[in-house]
């Protein structure tokens, strides 16, 4: 089992900044992915953006490129996800998501409400 902590959601303007973090615990040398999803009222959850662990690549959703960026310190077993230039429908409750190797089990956070205000 794998257990993720995530932190640093709350209230941003549009145009400002806002950084999650989670932390992961348990059988940590399994975890193949990390990434985080998202998912706004009424809609489906979403991917946003997902790291290779051991190689540290990462792949954006398109919605997200080039204002969000993925990092991890792997001393800690921690992803980060740094938002940037926000915008109101960056709104969501974000979900931090781990994979091993095949993809099955995944494991998740709680999710971390963002909110952006226009």
């Known amino acids: 089992q794998v257990q993720l902590v995530e932190s640093g959601g709350g209230l941003a303007q549009a145009g400002g900044s806002l950084k999650l973090s989670c932390a992961a615990s348990g059988r940590t040398p399994s975890v193949y992915t990390m990434g985080w999803l998202r998912q706004a009222p009424g809609k489906q959850r979403e991917f946003v953006a997902r790291?290779?662990?051991?190689?540290?690549?990462?792949t954006y959703a398109d919605s997200v490129q080039g204002r969000f960026t993925i990092s991890r310190d792997s001393a800690k077993n921690t992803v980060y996800l740094q938002m940037n230039s926000l915008k109101p429908e960056d709104t969501a409750v974000y979900y931090c998501?781990?994979?091993?190797?095949?993809?099955?089990?995944?494991?998740w956070g709680q999710g971390t409400q963002v909110t952006v205000s226009s």
């Open positions: 790291m290779l662990w051991a190689a540290g690549s990462t």
């Open positions: 998501q781990a994979t091993p190797l095949g993809g099955i089990p995944q494991y």
